[in-house]
């Protein structure tokens, strides 16, 4: 089954590598999976950081769930696979200048970037939820922290950050760089909880748990997508084929155990 799903690729790729429409001019151009082979190189856009989806090892490798997927695409397309660290608001920007082909980052799809970029079909269904010092032992929800005084921080950019602003009426919202800056703040008695995406936040958990708690009752459900050029068709229609026989096959299977149902790569991250 697998072989006849590789075949099915090869082909619709045969049919797909010719060229997009321009989205300003009207002129047709070469699609993203044309210039990808043509060069022999996918270029993918993250932020690591973000556990366990985009980090990085003590050799300063790139690792984790999204890594995974992006290696699965390139090993498909049969090229080389380059990761490139940005800051998750300088992803997207990236993006539209040619500098990453693709951006594989936890990136939900919204209505608001659809306007910039084109997304694939969900990779994976997430949500929302809190992180808090230990020492709180009062606050059970969101609706605790709405007060005055309290302070919530979130990664600049994110999902988490748009939905915090809509939420939290009276408490300050704080934007940091990435989750793990927002999430230190927490952990250093600077602020009162942090929003971010569930896998990411129990990962944190579990590595500061003399320190933090997280709440694990989501304040929303969304999904992450591939995020390329906007209006590039050819190349969304390729990444949608490809990820309807990847996701919950063997290879996705074996990435989401052992990044989400075991803890034992921790040792293998830079930052704790």
Same mark, same amino acid.
């Given at each position: 089954?697998?072989?006849?799903?590789?075949?099915? +690729?090869?082909?619709?790729?045969?049919?797909?590598?010719?060229? @997009?429409?321009?989205?300003?001019?009207?002129?047709? =151009?070469?699609?993203?999976?044309?210039? =990808?082979?043509?060069?022999?190189?996918? /270029?993918?856009?993250?932020?690591?950081?973000?556990?366990?989806?985009?980090?990085?090892?003590?050799? $300063?490798?790139?690792?984790?769930?999204?890594?995974?997927? !992006?290696?699965?695409?390139?090993?498909?397309?049969?090229?080389?696979? *380059?990761?490139?660290?940005?800051?998750?608001? $300088?992803?997207?920007?990236?993006?539209?200048?040619?500098?990453?082909?693709? /951006?594989?980052?936890?990136?939900?799809?919204?209505?608001?970037?659809?306007?910039?970029?084109?997304?694939?079909?969900?990779?994976?269904?997430?949500?929302? =939820?809190? #992180?808090?010092?230990?020492?709180?032992?009062?606050?059970?929800?969101?609706?605790?922290?709405?007060?005055?005084?309290?302070?919530?921080? /979130?990664?600049?950019?994110? @999902?988490?950050?748009?939905?915090?602003?809509? #939420?939290?009426?009276?408490?300050? =919202?704080?934007?940091? *760089?990435?989750?793990?800056?927002?999430?230190?703040?927490?952990?250093? $008695?600077?602020?009162?909880?942090? /929003?971010?995406?569930?896998?990411?936040?129990?990962?944190? *958990?579990?590595?500061?748990?003399?320190?933090?708690?997280?709440?694990?009752?989501?304040?929303?459900?969304?999904?992450?997508?591939?995020?390329?050029?906007?209006?590039?068709?050819?190349?969304?229609?390729?990444?949608?084929?490809?990820?309807?026989?990847?996701?919950? !096959? +063997?290879?996705?299977?074996?990435?989401?155990?052992?990044?989400?149902?075991?803890?034992?790569?921790?040792? *293998?991250?830079?930052?704790?």
């Amino acid at each position: 089954m697998r072989k006849v799903l590789l075949l099915f +690729l090869v082909i619709l790729l045969a049919f797909m590598t010719g060229c @997009t429409k321009d989205a300003g001019t009207g002129v047709s =151009v070469p699609s993203t999976i044309q210039k =990808v082979l043509d060069k022999k190189k996918l /270029v993918i856009g993250t932020s690591a950081g973000y556990a366990p989806f985009e980090m990085k090892d003590k050799k $300063g490798d790139f690792i984790g769930y999204d890594m995974d997927l !992006g290696r699965a695409i390139g090993k498909a397309l049969n090229v080389e696979v *380059e990761f490139r660290d940005f800051e998750f608001s $300088g992803l997207i920007p990236a993006l539209q200048t040619g500098e990453i082909d693709l /951006v594989i980052s936890t990136m939900t799809i919204r209505g608001d970037r659809a306007l910039a970029v084109s997304f694939t079909d969900p990779y994976y269904t997430s949500g929302q =939820v809190l #992180l808090l010092p230990k020492t709180d032992t009062t606050t059970k929800g969101w609706q605790d922290l709405d007060k005055k005084g309290k302070k919530i921080t /979130v990664s600049q950019g994110s @999902t988490s950050a748009l939905l915090a602003k809509e #939420l939290f009426k009276n408490a300050e =919202v704080l934007d940091f *760089e990435g989750f793990t800056n927002a999430a230190l703040a927490v952990k250093q $008695g600077q602020a009162d909880a942090v /929003v971010g995406d569930d896998p990411a936040v129990r990962m944190y *958990e579990s590595r500061n748990s003399d320190s933090i708690r997280g709440i694990y009752e989501l304040l929303s459900s969304e999904n992450l997508g591939i995020a390329v050029q906007l209006n590039d068709h050819a190349t969304i229609q390729w990444l949608n084929s490809f990820l309807a026989s990847y996701r919950n !096959g +063997l290879e996705d299977q074996k990435s989401i155990n052992k990044w989400f149902n075991s803890t034992d790569w921790l040792d *293998e991250v830079q930052d704790k």
